[in-house]
């Protein structure tokens, strides 16, 4: 069987650029390449795109930029290319791609943009398209969505640059303590808990350094499950993961580097409630259009309750990632997982005819 060209964008301008390097390495390492020829695509901190011949141990360390080890590239959006477009020392080659696969977290990478292009190219995309990414980054408007649909979500509202009165009679309105976060940020970037009226501005302040739209929402009871969905029309789930915090919160240094919290896959539920959780999962995954593959994130209330709190359309593949350690608790390791994804891109799962 002739291999297929699988083209794995990584990088980016968003401040989640470390970590896609970290999940990009992943990914290229767990393809099978009895079946699939990896090709890296590398994006700048400053946007700049690279065909990246690098090794997996140079992205991680985000060295792959070194000199020779990658030419500019683009991809073209013209259906009749199908592929990419390289620039060796001034000249012009065609590089054709079967399934684009981007393992970009943030900004232009999982909000619907770069998923934008794949659509007008042609190529068969792994992952979810261009409604679910942008529906996902936007947390707000993904609550609203699933709200629509009967489940519960904590009370939350975001607001612009500009409106912090707003914000403060919310928050009131809310009560203490509440969290403040990026209202299209991931990886915990910006998030804070706040625990009174005079560290609400401050949190604000900070917020808005990674997004133009702030999220004020209100300390769900409980603590946070969530599941790995991934398919297009008949879906898998992974095991049902558990995350306690001794601080409260879950920020992005306890994410990747876990001292004060802890992740418990499987989750210490009973075996209904992780049914209940993967069913709530699978149906919330519906309700945002997801195709290829993604981790919903839910609270489990004391009164056995789940509360929507949010979607990761391309969650990591890290060392520290939930999303393969809840495959692999299901019997699902990496490889048969980016098998399952990418297939599903081929049957038409990743993109719009």
Same mark, same amino acid.
């Given at each position: 069987?002739?291999?297929?060209?699988?083209?794995?964008?990584?990088?980016?301008?968003?401040?989640?650029?470390?970590?896609?390097?970290?999940s990009?390495?992943?990914?290229?390492?767990?393809?099978?390449?009895?079946?699939?020829?990896?090709?890296?695509v590398?994006?700048? #901190?400053?946007?700049?795109?690279?065909?990246?011949?690098?090794?997996?141990?140079?992205?991680?360390?985000?060295?792959?930029?070194?000199?020779?080890?990658?030419?500019?590239?683009?991809?073209?959006?013209?259906?009749?290319?199908?592929?990419?477009?390289?620039?060796?020392?001034?000249?012009?080659?065609?590089?054709?791609?079967?399934?684009?696969?981007?393992?970009?977290?943030?900004?232009d990478?999982?909000?619907?943009?770069?998923?934008?292009?794949?659509?007008?190219?042609?190529?068969?995309?792994?992952?979810c398209? %261009?409604?679910?990414?942008?529906?996902?980054?936007?947390?707000?408007?993904?609550?609203?969505?699933v709200?629509?649909?009967?489940?519960?979500?904590?009370?939350?509202?975001?607001?612009c640059?500009?409106?912090?009165?707003?914000?403060?009679?919310?928050?009131?309105?809310?009560?203490?303590?509440?969290?403040?976060?990026?209202?299209?940020?991931?990886?915990?970037?910006?998030?804070?808990?706040?625990?009174?009226?005079?560290?609400?501005?401050? !949190?604000? !302040?900070?917020?808005?350094?990674?997004?133009?739209?702030?999220?004020?929402?209100?300390?769900?009871?409980?603590?946070?499950?969530?599941?790995?969905?991934?398919?297009?029309?008949?879906l898998?789930?992974?095991?049902?993961?558990?995350?306690?915090?001794?601080?409260?919160?879950?920020d992005?240094?306890?994410?990747?580097?876990?001292?004060?919290?802890?992740t418990?896959?499987? !989750? #210490?539920?009973?075996?209904?409630?992780a049914?209940?959780?993967?069913?709530?999962?699978?149906?919330?995954? #519906?309700?945002?259009?997801?195709?290829?593959?993604?981790?919903?994130?839910?609270?489990?209330?004391?009164?056995?309750?789940?509360w929507?709190?949010?979607?990761?359309?391309?969650?990591?593949?890290?060392?520290?990632?939930?999303?393969?350690?809840?495959?692999?608790?299901?019997?699902?390791?990496?490889?048969?997982?980016?098998?399952? %994804?990418?297939?599903?891109?081929?049957?038409?799962?990743?993109?719009?005819?």
């Amino acid at each position: 069987m002739e291999k297929l060209t699988v083209a794995v964008f990584f990088g980016g301008r968003s401040p989640e650029y470390g970590i896609s390097l970290q999940s990009a390495a992943a990914v290229l390492e767990g393809l099978d390449r009895e079946r699939y020829r990896p090709v890296a695509v590398g994006i700048s #901190r400053e946007g700049r795109w690279y065909h990246c011949t690098a090794d997996t141990q140079d992205i991680r360390q985000d060295r792959w930029l070194r000199q020779g080890a990658c030419v500019p590239a683009i991809l073209s959006p013209d259906r009749g290319d199908r592929g990419l477009f390289l620039f060796p020392n001034g000249g012009l080659e065609r590089l054709p791609v079967d399934v684009a696969f981007p393992v970009l977290h943030g900004q232009d990478g999982e909000d619907g943009a770069i998923q934008g292009l794949i659509q007008l190219s042609g190529i068969p995309m792994a992952g979810c398209g %261009v409604l679910a990414s942008a529906l996902g980054m936007d947390k707000e408007r993904a609550r609203q969505m699933v709200r629509q649909a009967g489940i519960p979500t904590a009370r939350s509202r975001s607001f612009c640059r500009g409106e912090e009165p707003r914000i403060a009679a919310f928050a009131r309105e809310l009560g203490y303590p509440l969290f403040v976060k990026p209202a299209r940020a991931g990886s915990s970037y910006g998030v804070a808990r706040v625990e009174a009226p005079r560290e609400l501005l401050p !949190a604000v !302040a900070e917020a808005l350094r990674y997004d133009s739209r702030v999220l004020v929402e209100e300390a769900a009871p409980g603590f946070e499950v969530g599941c790995a969905v991934m398919g297009s029309g008949t879906l898998t789930v992974g095991a049902v993961d558990e995350i306690r915090t001794a601080g409260g919160i879950l920020d992005n240094v306890e994410k990747y580097h876990p001292k004060t919290s802890a992740t418990y896959t499987p !989750a #210490r539920v009973p075996a209904e409630t992780a049914r209940r959780i993967q069913d709530t999962a699978k149906q919330i995954y #519906r309700v945002l259009d997801c195709s290829g593959f993604a981790r919903v994130d839910l609270f489990l209330t004391p009164s056995g309750e789940l509360w929507f709190h949010e979607i990761n359309t391309i969650p990591g593949f890290t060392p520290h990632s939930r999303f393969p350690a809840m495959m692999a608790a299901a019997g699902i390791p990496i490889p048969a997982v980016l098998d399952t %994804v990418i297939q599903s891109a081929l049957q038409g799962g990743g993109v719009e005819p």
